[in-house]
């Protein structure tokens, strides 16, 4: 894993350290939050949104309606998906960055399987009832292919 400067300047003017998480960083790191900036290709342009993720330990998950994120990965399956977490301020934070390829997912169990993975991550029961769904039915799923997973951090160990 790369991780650039060595260094990275806080607001009060001082610097703290930076340090590449391990694998088992990174997989504590994203199974603790559920929402992160998923970034897509718009010629000349990035496009970036917040979403709401679900991940499995090989897979990302994202179920939205058709829009502008959708009709992107549509022409361009690369994708970026950025998940940050701010502790203290500017100069206390964490973040995991996966990039890959984006596909839409047809089948009825690789839907549900993405609809369990959402529900887990958000810290709900994994039991989907008929309201859920409805909701995936009528959504865009998303399955995101990573081809690289890095963390980057400026907490001690």
């Not at 399955?143 to 001690?156: D, K, M, N």
Request: proline letters at 4%; aromatic letters at 10%; hydrophobic letters at 40%.
């Amino acid at each position: 894993m790369s991780v650039g400067p060595d260094t990275k300047a806080n607001r009060r003017g001082g610097f703290r350290e930076l340090r590449a998480l391990d694998r088992n960083e990174i997989r504590f790191f994203l199974d603790r939050h559920w929402w992160g900036v998923l970034s897509t290709v718009e010629e000349p342009y990035p496009y970036a949104v917040p979403v709401v993720y679900g991940y499995d330990g090989e897979y990302f998950y994202v179920a939205n309606k058709s829009g502008r994120k959708v009709s992107n990965i549509e022409a361009n399956r690369s994708v970026c998906l950025c998940v940050a977490d701010v502790q203290q301020g500017p100069g206390d934070w964490s973040s995991v960055v996966a990039t890959g390829d984006a596909e839409f997912i047809a089948s009825g169990d690789g839907r549900l399987e993405a609809l369990r993975a959402l529900r887990r991550q958000m810290g709900y029961e994994i039991d989907v009832g008929p309201r859920d769904l409805a909701r995936i039915a009528a959504a865009r799923v998303i399955r995101i292919v990573p081809h690289e997973i890095t963390g980057r951090t400026t907490a001690e160990r």
